[in-house]
Every structure is written in structure tokens, then in C-alpha cells.
């Protein structure tokens, strides 16, 4: 499986001939000025909830792609009114067959308004599996013992963390997290973007190394093969 990230929360993961693209906002993130919204595939796009910085791009990439929009069913309905061609609506806890494999949605502790300050339903994260395996992307969430039932359900690839603390659980809890699911290759994401959550990268890195894991903190542009 390869992830490739685009900054923010933003990013791709490709296996199985398919290419899974999470949490689209490029164009409004200056860090993410050299990647263009129209070279990124997408054969699938997944949105863990409804703020703006996880959704912004998604209408524009799912409406060039065609790629079904998979989320909770409010957020759905938000990109289908936004042209989205296709969606999967969901909600917590259910499973979805696809061609690729099956995405669940998990809980995560957060808020999801959308853009329109519309309700977006709960927010989300989402167990993938992929060409026979799983990984996790908690979406934007505090630190829960929910993610213990993960560890116990399933054998993960690896998992993607929020670590920017104060929207978010920061990169200890995310340590924490990365136990509860009993997964010791986490990618950090949704950290650096706003200066609430800017974050020293080396010390995030060097803090996971400690207990025996690792921190991939990938440039935005940057792939990491699991
Ligand atoms: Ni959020
Ligand atoms: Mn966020």
C-alpha cells in the first residue's frame, strides 16, 4: 500500500489498483501551493466529516474524477448538492462493500459542521481494508478508548493520526492511540497547517521512537510504502 500525502489531513492510498483519496483541501492550504487538485487521482474520496478544512476540494475532485464520495450521510447529501456525481452515504458503525474492499465508519470525538453551516452529522473515522488489508484513519478526534475495540477487531497496516493537538489530540495521545489500536506504524497528519496546531516535527518523531514505534511524518508532495 502506498500513501501519498497532500498536506493537512489530506492524502492518497493506493493498493489494489485503486486509488483511495482522503480529506481533499489543497487549494486553501498555503503549505500545499505546489500540488495541483487537477493531477490527483482519485478512484474513491472519503470525507471524515464536514469542516471546511477536510472537505473544501473534495466537490471539484469528485466532479472531475467521478469518484463516489463515501461518508456520514449528512456530509454525503453536502457533496452531492455540491455536484458530487456519485456518494456512499454511511453512518457509525456500518460496513460498505466496494471493489476495492470494505470501508467501516468508526467513532471519533470531534464536531462536523459543514461549510454552509449546515448539520453534518458525527463525525467520523474509517476502517479500510484493502487488497486483504486494513488500515485506519481516525479522522480529526480526541484520544478514546473506542480505538481499544479497533485493536481488538483487527490487525492494522497502519494508521493515520491526527497530532496537532488542540483541534485535535496531540502527538503523546496519538502515541496512546497508536497502542490502544496495537499498531505501531502511524502516519501524522493535521499538524503545521494553522499556528494553533504547529508542532515540533523532530521532537513528535523522536517521542514515538522512544516507545519502540514510528512517527512517518512524510513531506507534502512525499509517498510512504507500507
Ligand atoms: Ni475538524
Ligand atoms: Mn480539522
Redesign the pocket.
Known amino acids: 500500500m502506498k500513501l501519498t500525502y497532500f498536506g493537512h489531513s489530506c492524502f492518497s492510498v493506493e493498493a489494489a489498483g485503486r486509488t483511495l483519496l482522503f480529506d481533499p483541501f489543497i487549494t486553501p492550504n498555503p503549505l500545499a501551493a505546489r500540488i495541483d487538485i487537477n493531477s490527483i487521482k482519485a478512484d474513491y474520496i472519503l470525507l471524515s ?1 464536514g ?1 471546511a ?2 472537505v473544501a476540494d473534495a466537490p471539484a475532485i469528485a466532479r472531475r474524477t467521478g469518484a463516489p464520495v463515501i461518508a456520514a450521510f449528512e456530509v454525503a447529501n453536502w457533496a452531492a448538492a455540491n455536484g458530487a456525481p456519485s456518494t456512499r452515504p454511511m453512518n457509525h458503525g456500518g460496513t460498505a462493500a466496494f471493489d476495492f474492499g470494505t470501508v467501516k465508519l468508526t467513532n471519533a470525538i ?3 459542521s459543514l461549510p454552509d453551516g449546515a448539520y453534518g452529522g458525527n ?1 467520523a473515522g474509517f476502517l479500510v481494508t484493502i487488497g486483504g488489508e486494513t488500515f485506519y484513519y481516525s ?2 478526534t480526541a484520544l478514546t478508548c473506542d480505538m481499544k475495540l479497533i485493536g481488538e477487531l483487527v490487525k492494522l497496516k497502519f494508521a493515520v493520526l491526527p497530532i496537532g493537538d488542540n ?2 489530540m496531540g502527538y503523546a495521545d496519538a502515541l496512546t492511540a497508536s497502542e490502544f489500536v496495537k499498531c505501531d506504524r502511524i502516519v501524522g497528519v493535521h499538524y503545521d497547517t494553522f499556528p494553533p496546531i504547529k508542532i515540533d516535527r523532530a521532537k513528535a518523531v523522536e517521542f514515538f521512537r522512544q516507545a519502540n514505534r514510528t512517527l512517518h511524518l512524510p513531506a507534502i508532495g512525499d509517498s510512504v510504502v507500507f
Do not use: L, R, V
Open positions: 466529516h469542516h478544512d477536510h470531534h464536531s462536523s463525525p479522522g480529526d483541534f485535535t
